[in-house]
């Protein structure tokens, strides 16, 4: 891991479908190199693949993240996606579980949660509700293709969903640039030497800009509103570099705590987000039929 992966890893977060070519561009590589670098990436365990996330509030939902202190073997996690409302879990290092939860009814799905997993959450964090236009089926229907393979080649994505090419770019480009759909790497510990590249959990109110002055190199890849929590990706050059930089934030103004947090795994609960995008795609079609019918 090096300076050149991690900026790879932050275009990624950023636009993780752009091409080997664009890619390069921003980290001034060529596309073999940005190739070989993924590869390696991979290999190594720092890059496991990637997942959808969509904005619930188009589901009608709000996403609370629910955590989980008491450490679970992968076969439990995989159990924990079945349980209600779940959308992603992240698997920590230390076996605990960040559990995205998708819902109408938050207090509801955090008690059938608790039951499922037979323990009481340490804590739990709502997100932003976000102000985004309704989608059309045409808009779902895209989310509907990308939902198993957020890389699929577009072409296989236009094959898939039926549609025209410049149908889908133009759903597809809507869909991204309004982030109603984000495509996440799905980031491990890793096992080679070298730089480290780690979450950070931040509670607290301080801005991105004050938070730079302790970590220059930090992207803010998600944020809770109740209470107010930064999810950072940051790279460090050792642990000591690590902890002296953590214990430098929990001294800054506005941040009650800051907390590295490394996931095993990141894993999605694809079944419950496709049945999501059916029930909109029928409710819509209901619609449709029905003003066709009284035109």
Not at 69 to 85: G, H, N, S
Not at 145 to 163: Q, R
Request: proline share 4%; with cysteine; hydrophobic share 40%.
């Amino acid at each position: 891991m090096d300076s050149k992966d991690f900026q790879l890893l932050v275009a990624l977060h950023q636009n993780a479908r752009q091409s080997l070519l664009s890619l390069g561009r921003r980290v001034s590589l060529s596309a073999p190199a940005v190739r070989e670098r993924l590869r390696r990436l991979h290999n190594t365990g720092v890059l496991l693949g990637y997942g959808l996330w969509v904005d619930p509030i188009v589901f009608g939902r709000q996403e609370v993240l629910v955590f989980f202190e008491r450490d679970r073997t992968r076969e439990q996690v995989i159990r924990a996606l079945k349980a209600p409302d779940v959308s992603y879990i992240g698997w920590k290092l230390d076996g605990g579980l960040t559990v995205g939860v998708w819902s109408d009814n938050i207090g509801r799905s955090t008690r059938e949660l608790s039951l499922a997993l037979g323990e009481k959450p340490s804590g739990h964090a709502v997100t932003g509700t976000g102000d985004l236009q309704p989608l059309s089926i045409l808009d779902f229907m895209v989310v509907d293709a990308l939902i198993d393979n957020p890389k699929i080649p577009f072409k296989e994505l236009v094959e898939s969903t039926g549609l025209s090419p410049k149908t889908v770019r133009k759903h597809l480009d809507s869909l991204s640039r309004s982030e109603t759909i984000v495509i996440m790497p799905r980031l491990g510990a890793g096992s080679s030497p070298g730089e480290l590249v780690y979450n950070l959990a931040v509670a607290g109110k301080a801005s991105m800009s004050e938070i730079r002055k302790v970590l220059e190199d930090a992207l803010l890849v998600h944020e809770t509103r109740n209470p107010p929590m930064k999810y950072l990706l940051c790279r460090s050059i050792d642990l000591g570099d690590v902890n002296s930089k953590t214990r430098a934030l929990n001294r800054l103004q506005g941040i009650e705590s800051a907390a590295v947090t490394l996931n095993r795994e990141l894993v999605f609960a694809n079944e419950f987000i496709h049945s999501l995008v059916q029930e909109r795609i029928e409710k819509l079609e209901k619609i449709r039929v029905s003003q066709t019918v009284f035109a």
